[in-house]
């Protein structure tokens, strides 16, 4: 089976630049989560999804931050405008609904997106 | 609120050694216990899980006992490799949480 696949996987910008993330969950699952992973700050939560609801943003950082999730297999994050600060490895992840089966509750991550913004 | 304490890295050992991340938690209910593995320049893998008190989880040689009376979730192997250099992250669901939250990580180097 398919795993998490986010794009780009590498991008470099200018600061002031919109960058667009994007990732395909696992098919079937339910929950994606957008995290963000960084030397100082190790990994934070951003922002999650259930059912393409976003439940909890309270970890996007500011208003130059916005995610969405138009369908059960699509989500984005966008940086607009991007700043040298906002450069860090993005995952998104995903998982099935809760209580389903063994792997109910296992959270499955996507190789990252690294972002470099100059 | 929700929380993991790894201990701090970088850990180094030589190949073969014996070794033990140490993890420490503290949640309301009773969280869902898992490790996971970030080789260079790669995501996230899940290493292993477990999900109540006394289970242990078990994965390419590794193992974690969920001890609920010490609030630990300690990474253990018999006898390390040099591939299982990487980044070990412990981390905590809670079933009203639905999140994970994630230690800081430990840094692991074998050398041959």
């Known amino acids: 089976d398919a795993g998490v696949i986010q794009s780009p996987r590498h991008e470099v910008t200018e600061m002031g630049q919109e960058v667009t993330l994007r990732c395909k969950p696992i098919?079937?699952?339910?929950?994606l989560f957008w995290y963000r992973q960084t030397m100082m700050r190790g990994l934070e939560l951003l922002i999650y999804?259930?059912?393409?609801?976003?439940?909890?943003d309270s970890g996007m950082p500011e208003d130059r931050f916005s995610a969405k999730m138009p369908n059960a297999s699509f989500s984005t994050l966008k940086i607009q405008p991007s700043e040298p600060r906002d450069s860090a490895v993005y995952f998104c992840?995903?998982?099935?609904?809760?209580?389903?089966?063994?792997?109910?509750?296992?959270?499955?991550f996507g190789e990252g997106s690294w972002l470099t913004v100059v | 609120g929700d929380s993991v304490t790894q201990m701090e890295g970088p850990v180094t050992l030589s190949e073969e050694a014996f070794l033990t991340i140490n993890c420490t938690y503290t949640a309301t209910g009773y969280p869902s216990l898992f490790w996971y593995v970030q080789y260079p320049g790669e995501g996230l893998q899940l290493l292993l899980k477990a999900t109540k008190a006394d289970d242990k989880g078990s994965n390419k040689g590794f193992e974690a006992t969920y001890r609920k009376e010490t609030t630990s979730f300690h990474l253990e192997k018999g006898s390390v490799q040099v591939s299982d250099s990487a980044v070990y992250f412990c981390a905590l669901s809670t079933q009203g949480a639905q999140k994970l939250v994630f230690g800081q990580g430990t840094r692991l180097t074998i050398n041959p």
């Open positions: 999804f259930n059912n393409n609801v976003p439940i909890d």
């Open positions: 098919s079937g699952h339910n929950s």
């Open positions: 992840a995903s998982r099935s609904a809760m209580g389903t089966g063994h792997s109910g509750n296992t959270i499955y």
